[in-house]
Structures are given as structure tokens and as C-alpha cells.
């Protein structure tokens, strides 16, 4: 039940794809393991938004931390693949050395810009390709699409109630809770992660008992503040039996109603019944929370036609990565090979060529100048613009994790809501109409243009 990257009864070295170890074997056939710099990022915002907040590094270092071929690992590759015993040995030994550098969790961020750069003898690099893509691309997404929901819902509380549906459930409570959800449902990631867990009752507790009254009496009577759901039969019916319940229980032993929730049928009108019937009850402090297949987008409807809703579950699109009729979903982060070192210590810039796919060669560096005005991608060793901060910062260096590189969950939230709130309006609404501008440096745009001419057909390299 626990996801990958919370399990160790599987051998770290297996998570990859299979052209990964034969990729290296080849490497290693041909002594073409020099020291190789990759760029993980992505070429679109995976909700059709304009940003991107970064989450998934500590899984991800947990990973590069971990990675290393156990023996039942090796004996199934021999048995897939005919690798010479020497390779098999070199993997028996294979551990991370090289440097990563990385946007920390929390970070507001925009497509094409790397997110994780990582330095290390090729095949390294070339193995943790698939393990730091499947942490990060998860993470982000989940986080991205809770930030968007968290701001459609303008302040009112939203729930992440994602598990039963949910394909990584402990990666979408934590990372549903760095968006800005306020608890999780799923009990084991609260304990995991200390998350605020909340629920209310299902449809089957009020099914158990003959009449709706008792449902309601039994759960009012067991918890001093408690919430009960009101569309198994009829709305209009349950919130008067709830109403009198409330007052007997609250009169009785003090119990005291503290929300009710609507889950179907048109949640505006039913919320409006629903705040009329217990404001004339005097049950002001009784709050309303809704839920059923809610998205961002229905959330924000709601909240533009003000219906008297306190707070939303949010529970699929949350945990399946839903986007949008024209995306998708899924972040769809990419791992490229952008410079290599050669064994006489030459460095060559890489690039693949695929039209709009083509990628930027060379070792980056992203700057964010002033708040949130344009960033700048550029080469290594260029002095940063004025007025910007450096975005990627050291988190492995030479096979170690630096010192404070995975915070605790509680920071990398309230870092992750700083951001959010300092992001410029234009850029948080969920259909923006400006891009945020991203710019290269004059310098890496000329790497790239030497780069793309050196790899035309009859061209003699000059880089």
C-alpha cells in the first residue's frame, strides 16, 4: 500500500527503466562515462496555468541517497539481459558522487526552467533518471493542482480526501498539504507527516440505522463535536432532523454541531437551504462543507456566486491527475543530457534537435529578479543579473546530502504559501492570459545556436 518511495522491500537499483541499465552498459562498453550535467524540468504547466510549485526533493534525495544494487536486484538483471560479469560488478558497487543542485520544495517555479540539475559520471546520472522524474513529476503536479485549488477557494478551507482514488496516496497528502490543503483524510499519511487529518461520517453509518433521526442521535451522542452528512435521502429532510438533534444533544450533554455535508446535487442551492434552515436555528457557528467530484474550477464558480459554503473535500482531482479537456495531465517533467565532460577534460555542450522539443544546452543557473518581474536562465559562471536571487541551490555534493536540503514538512508549507502569496494576480488566476516571462542569457541562446549549426548535416563542430 505505501508508495514506492516510502518502501524498501523493493532494491533501489530496480527502479529504473530497462534502457537505463543497458544505456549504461553500453556507456561502459565504450568508456564514455565522463562527467555528464542533466536537466530535469518541464515544457508546460501541467493545469494549463502559469506556474509550477516544486515538491517532491526529499523523496527525491531519499532516492539518490538509497540507490544501489542489492544481489536479488543484479541476479534478475543477468537474467533479462546478458551483461558481462565486470558490469555486473561495476553496478554492485555503483553509488552517487556527483552534485545536485535544486530548486527547494516550496518554490514557485515556470516551464522550462530546470528544476533539478544534476553533475555526475554519465552512467550515475544517466541510472537516477526515472526514480528523481517519478518524485518530482508526482510531487509538483499534486502540489500545483492543490495551490490552484487552495486559491480558487479565495480563504475557505479546502480537505484533501484523495486516498481511495489517489494511484500514490502518502505523495498526494504531503504534497496536497504543501499546495495549501489543510488536513488529509488518509489516516497513515497523517501520522507519517503529522498532517491535520479530518473526516466526517459515510453515507453507510446513516444507512446502518432504520430511521435518519437515530443516525444522526448516535453520532451526536458519541462525539462532543461532531459532523454529519446530509444527502443520503433527502437534504431539505435531514437538515430539519439534524436541527432538532443539534438542540436535544447540545441541551443534554453539550455536544455540539459542529459542520454538515453536502456531497450531491446542486451544492449551491442546497448550501443556501441549508445556511437559512440553521441560521434560523440559531446553529450560526455550524459551518458547511462540501464535496463530490469538485476541481478547481467548480470550486470557483461556487465562490463567485457566493454560496454559503465553508470549506471543500476534494478527493479525484487531487489524486488522479486531472487537468483540463486539452491537457492531459501529469506534470510530463523530462531528464536531458546538456554537457559533458571528456576524458582530456574538454566540455561539450549537448542538445537534442526535435522542433519545439529541442533542448538548451550547457550548465544553468535560473534567476528570479525582483518579485516575481521575469526570471533568467543562463550558463554557469555568469554573473547573476542585478536585483535577483539565485533559485537553485546545492542539496548533494559530492554523493552527500547537504545539511538542511529537506526541511520539515511544516517549513517547506509555510515557504511554499509565501510564494503563493507573493505570485502577481495575473499569474495565480486558473485560465491566466499573460505567460510569466522567462528569458535565456544572450550567452546561452548563442550555445544554443553553435550547438544546433555544429549538428546540421556536413556541418564541422566549432564548439
Not at 527503466?17 to 555528464?36: E, F, K, M, N, S
Not at 444507512?207 to 433521526?213: A, G, H, K, S
Not at 434560523?280 to 474550477?297: H, K, P, Q, V
Not at 526570471?375 to 555534493?397: A, T
Request: hydrophobic letters at 40%.
Amino acid at each position: 500500500m505505501l508508495d514506492e518511495f516510502l518502501s524498501r522491500a523493493i532494491s533501489g537499483g530496480l527502479h529504473t527503466d530497462l534502457y537505463h541499465p543497458d544505456a549504461a552498459y553500453v556507456a561502459w562498453r565504450t568508456g564514455r562515462i565522463g562527467i555528464t550535467t542533466f536537466d530535469l524540468y518541464t515544457r508546460r504547466e501541467p493545469c494549463d496555468g502559469a506556474f509550477l510549485l516544486v515538491a517532491g526533493l526529499e523523496f527525491a534525495l531519499d532516492f539518490i541517497r538509497e540507490f544501489q544494487y542489492e544481489e536479488k536486484g543484479l541476479r534478475y538483471l543477468t537474467q533479462v539481459r546478458d551483461y558481462d560479469p565486470k558490469f555486473v560488478d561495476y553496478l554492485r558497487h555503483i553509488r552517487f558522487t556527483g552534485d545536485v543542485l535544486a530548486m527547494p520544495e516550496g518554490t514557485v517555479a515556470f516551464p522550462g526552467e530546470p528544476l533539478i540539475r544534476v553533475t555526475a559520471p554519465f552512467i550515475e546520472g544517466l541510472l537516477i533518471e526515472a526514480g528523481l522524474l517519478q518524485a518530482i513529476n508526482t510531487s509538483t503536479w499534486v502540489a500545483t493542482k492543490a495551490a490552484r485549488t487552495v486559491l480558487a477557494a479565495n480563504g475557505r478551507r479546502v480537505s484533501e480526501f484523495a486516498f481511495r482514488r489517489a494511484a500514490a496516496p502518502f505523495t498526494v497528502a504531503r504534497s496536497a498539504y504543501i499546495g495549501g490543503c489543510a488536513s488529509t483524510s488518509f489516516v497513515a499519511a497523517a501520522e507519517r507527516f503529522r498532517i491535520p487529518a479530518t473526516g466526517t461520517i459515510p453515507h453507510a453509518l446513516v444507512q446502518l440505522f432504520p430511521d435518519e433521526t437515530e443516525a444522526f442521535m448516535a453520532v451526536a451522542e458519541t462525539y462532543n463535536r461532531y459532523t454529519v452528512l446530509l444527502d443520503t435521502y433527502d437534504v431539505t429532510n435531514a437538515i430539519s432532523k439534524v436541527i432538532k438533534v443539534a438542540h436535544d444533544v447540545e441541551e443534554r450533554l453539550g455536544h455540539h454541531l459542529a459542520a454538515v455535508r453536502l456531497d450531491s446535487g446542486d451544492l449551491d442551492a442546497a448550501s443556501r437551504h441549508v445556511r437559512h434552515a440553521l441560521d434560523a436555528a440559531n446553529l450560526y457557528r455550524t459551518r458547511i462543507i462540501a464535496s463530490g467530484d469538485l476541481d478547481e474550477f467548480s470550486i470557483q464558480t461556487l465562490v463567485r456566486a457566493d454560496a454559503p459554503i465553508d470549506g471543500f473535500g476534494v478527493g479525484t482531482s487531487l489524486g488522479v491527475a486531472t487537468a483540463s479537456s486539452t491537457n492531459p495531465g501529469g506534470l510530463g517533467g523530462v531528464y536531458k543530457a546538456v554537457h559533458y565532460v571528456e576524458e582530456d577534460g574538454t566540455p561539450t555542450p549537448l542538445i537534442k534537435l526535435a522542433e519545439n522539443k529541442t533542448t538548451w544546452p550547457g550548465r544553468k543557473e535560473v534567476y528570479r529578479i525582483g518579485a516575481f518581474e521575469r526570471d533568467v536562465v543562463q550558463l554557469e559562471g555568469e554573473p547573476p543579473p542585478s536585483g535577483s536571487k539565485r533559485l537553485l541551490r546545492p542539496v548533494i555534493l559530492s554523493g552527500s546530502v547537504v545539511s538542511g536540503s529537506s526541511p520539515p514538512l511544516s517549513e517547506v508549507r509555510e515557504f511554499a504559501q509565501q510564494n503563493l502569496s507573493e505570485l502577481p494576480e495575473q499569474y495565480r488566476h486558473l485560465s491566466p492570459t499573460t505567460e510569466y516571462p522567462v528569458f535565456p542569457s544572450a550567452s546561452l541562446e548563442r550555445l544554443r545556436s553553435m550547438a544546433m549549426d555544429a549538428h546540421q548535416p556536413g556541418a564541422t563542430s566549432t564548439i
